[in-house]
């Protein structure tokens, strides 16, 4: 089998893109740079709003989802990544136009939870309300026995406010009001609604917390699907 090229379909947002690029490099086991990965990158951050689409207030991002999935393809991409949680919600769609494979970030997040976690039961779960909203995480987790825990609306707005809010992660920070806005609605899912675990369900979220924060499992959608981009690309992931 001939090594593969990746196809990373990205601003949503930027350093989240950049985020899983520096995944894959740190991940893969290479020694040079010829032993590296070649990924093309698309990264436009005039996707619309996903989550104001979504709750019906704001223009549809799957124009501009299928115009670089094809970019992609046609650059010569063998299969695509997309470090959108919230942009899965037009996943059925975007593959009806494309004929390369499109792994699914919250699919393979469900088959490394079983295969590492098989005792979990109950995860908590820290996304954007669209996320929230059209069930996403839901519909693969619940099918396998494992609920799926949302924040209430009161820690719910933390999480949007760690996101989106002029101090928040999109604006660049990640330390001091986010990670604190964060952290409050964590453990507010751990500590009075019995989580055994949490889902990083936001690609945001992991560039403010990390595993270490936690004294439960902390799930990274991007971990994951770095580590699945790498094997399927047909190298091997550095242990």
Known sequence: MRDKTIGILGGMGPEATVYLFELIVKMTDADKDQEHIPIIIYNN??????????????????????KGAKFLEKAGADFIVMPCVTAHYFY???????KIPFLHLIEETYN????????IKRLGLLATSGTIKTNLFQEYFEKGGIEIIIPDEKEQNKVMEAIYCSNGIKAGYKNGLPKNLLM????????????????????????????EDFRVPFINPLEIIARKSILKAGYRVRE
């Open 112 to 119: 490394y939870v079983k295969k590492e976690f098989p005792t």
């Open 92 to 98: 059925s769609e975007i593959i009806k136009k494309i």
């Open 184 to 211: 409050e609605a964590a453990e507010n899912l751990i500590s009075k609604k019995r989580c055994e675990g949490i889902i990083a369900g936001c690609t945001e979220v992991p560039l403010a917390l990390k595993r």
């Open 45 to 66: 951050p005039k996707i619309p709003h996903r989550t104001c689409a979504i709750l019906g207030g704001g223009p549809s991002p799957l124009p501009f989802l299928i």
